[in-house]
Structure formats: structure tokens, C-alpha cells
């Protein structure tokens, strides 16, 4: 599918995980890429499989902090330079951050947690919109789109450590309300809440391991990278054109789940048997056990 041919894309943390599966695909889509990381050598290896697919030219690197306004202006900057203009800036770029009890955090860490988490969204929103506020030739307002990845974890309890959890809910906070101001100007704001995901930043090489965590949603594969890059690259094109201030949950139903309390799947009591519960009316409730009949 060619449907963002010409465009000119952004991906903040394109050098591994998610990123990088998006990278391959606004490539195979048609898109010019600027993959920015702080990691050279995984950046490296990222252009060698663009490259190895045969997208060696429409691809380039910068190591980019995302916590630093200069590096945030300097990748917008490249991708004018080296391609032109700007039409999609991805801004998924992460780490674990902080982690322990809220007394064993220390500021240094939490300060860190939300300067690469959520200081580098505001700052690749500003620059990326200044980029994108730019007329075309004719003096139309060109827009684009600013995607972001933001987490379950930062809408309900338990998803991850406080500081990632609080600084993904900010950033759900920055898609909704940049997303108001840039409207008028034909530019989309929207985010991605991946439920777990097998990439190195859960896994660290040993994907093997960490099964549990891989298989707590419902829907029964596990969460591979290109589960994000396939809704990523609808997300930036303009069949998505009517969708802007939405983060859109990806999480094979992790989130649908809910609270539990009745237990998870097969274990649910709520699906052991089957009927009505009249209340305190002083009407019978009327069960049907669907284990027995099964047995039958
Ligand atoms: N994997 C999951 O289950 C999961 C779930 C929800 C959200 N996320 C989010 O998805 C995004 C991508 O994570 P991933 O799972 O693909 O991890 P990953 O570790 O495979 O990739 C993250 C990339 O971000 C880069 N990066 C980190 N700090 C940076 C900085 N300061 N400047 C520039 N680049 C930097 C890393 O070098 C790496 O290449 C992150 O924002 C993460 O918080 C991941």
C-alpha cells in the first residue's frame, strides 16, 4: 500500500521496538523517514535494514536526545533539509524511568523520567508544529500530523511505576488539548496506548522470559511490534483525516478487562453459569449451571 507516498515523516525512538517497526512501514507506505535515537548503534542497524529493503534513499539518522530542544529542533530541521518539509512527526521515543516506592524515589530520576517521557513530547510538538504551520506553495495551510505514544499505563492504576504512569498520563493530557489549538490549522494530534508489547525495553533480550506479562490481555497473540506500526500508519494518513485529540488503545483488550473481580476468562464466575438475579425483590433468581450442562 502506497498511502503515504511523499510524505515526510519523524520517528523519535526509531531505532528499536515499535519505532522501528513503524519506521519499516512509513517506509514500505511510501514515506521519507528521519529516525531519531539516541542509541547510534541501533540507528545504524536500522538504516541497514532499510537499506537491505531497498528504501536506502528515502531513509536518514540523527542521534537526537528528545529531552533537548536543540536536538528536537535539529531532527525537524534535517527532515526540511534532507527531504523537504515535514508532513508526520512520530514522538515515541521511551524508557522504564523511575521505578520503586514513592519514598525510595528520588527527584534526579523522577526529573529524568519526565524530561525523555513527557518534556520530549511538549518540545517535539512546539517545534514540529512550527514546521508544520509553514504555508505551502500556493499559500494553503499544509497541516500534518503529530502521533504520539503514550500507554495504557497512564489512564488506569497498576500499568506500570508511578513516575512512567504519571508522565504517559500527561502526555494523554497534551494530545487532547494541543490537539484543540492545532485543529484550525489542519494539523491532527493523536496517540497510541500500546498494552504490552514485546519489545527489548520489557523484554531486555530474553523475550522468552517474561510469558506472563505478554499473556495477561485477552485477545490471544502476543503484542508484536507491527500491531503499533500497522495502526500508526493508518493513524498518520488521510483515511484517518476526521480523527484528531484520540488516543487510540492498542492492547489486544488488556484495558477491557477491567478490575477483574470476578476472575479473567474461563475463570470469570460470571461465565460458569447463566440466568437472572432478581435482587432483594423477594423473586426467585434463576441460575443455569453451564458447567454441569457441559458435562452432560
Ligand atoms: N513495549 C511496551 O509494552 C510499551 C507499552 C506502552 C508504551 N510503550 C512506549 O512505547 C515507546 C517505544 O518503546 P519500545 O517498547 O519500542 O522500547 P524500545 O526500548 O525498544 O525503543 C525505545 C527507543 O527509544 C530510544 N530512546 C530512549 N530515550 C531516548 C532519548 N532520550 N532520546 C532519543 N531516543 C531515546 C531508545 O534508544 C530506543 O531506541 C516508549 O515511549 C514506551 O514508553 C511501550
Known amino acids: ?89 512520530y514522538l515515541n521515543a521511551g524508557v ?86 492545532l485543529g484550525p490549522d489542519r494539523i491532527r494530534v493523536v496517540g497510541i496506548a500500546p498494552g504490552v508489547i514485546s519489545t527489548p525495553l520489557v523484554h531486555r533480550g530474553r523475550p522468552d522470559k517474561y510469558e506472563k506479562q505478554f499473556s495477561q490481555q485477552p485477545w490471544p497473540d502476543r503484542g508484536e511490534p507491527d500491531v503499533i506500526a500497522d495502526v500508526a500508519s493508518f493513524l498518520v494518513s488521510d483515511e484517518a483525516r476526521f480523527i484528531t485529540g484520540e488516543t487510540v488503545k492498542v492492547d489486544g483488550g488488556l484495558l477491557a478487562q477491567g478490575v477483574a473481580l470476578w476472575g479473567t476468562g474461563a475463570d470469570n464466575a460470571f461465565m460458569k453459569s447463566a440466568g437472572v438475579n432478581r435482587g432483594t425483590t423477594g423473586e426467585a433468581m434463576v441460575v443455569r449451571n453451564l458447567q454441569q450442562s457441559e458435562k452432560k
Do not use: Q
Open 1 to 89: 500500500m502506497n498511502r503515504l507516498a511523499g510524505k515526510v515523516a519523524i520517528v523519535t525512538g526509531g531505532a528499536s521496538g515499535m519505532g522501528r517497526a513503524t519506521v519499516m512501514r512509513f517506509l514500505a507506505d511510501g514515506a521519507k523517514v528521519v529516525v531519531a535515537d539516541l542509541n547510534e548503534t541501533n540507528g545504524a542497524e536500522t538504516l541497514a535494514v532499510a537499506k537491505a529493503n531497498g528504501h536506502g534513499d528515502r531513509v536518514a539518522f540523527i542521534r537526537c536526545d528528545v529531552a533537548k530542544e536543540a536536538d528536537m529542533a535539529a531532527t525537524v530541521a534535517l527532515a526540511e533539509s534532507r527531504f523537504g518539509t515535514l508532513d508526520i512527526a
Open 96 to 181: 522504564g524511568g523511575a521505578f520503586g516506592p514513592i519514598a525510595e524515589t528520588s527527584v534526579e530520576d523522577w526529573d529524568y523520567t519526565f524530561a525523555v517521557l513527557t518534556r520530549s513530547v511538549f518540545l517535539g510538538m512546539k517545534h514540529a508544529s512550527l514546521a508544520m504551520k509553514k504555508h505551502g506553495p500556493n499559500g494553503e495551510k499544509r497541516g500534518g500530523v503529530i502521533l504520539v505514544t503514550a500507554s495504557i499505563a497512564g489512564m488506569v492504576g497498576g500499568g506500570g511505576s508511578h513516575a512512567y504512569s504519571a508522565a504517559k498520563a500527561g502526555v494523554i493530557s497534551l494530545i487532547e488539548n494541543v490537539a484543540a489549538e
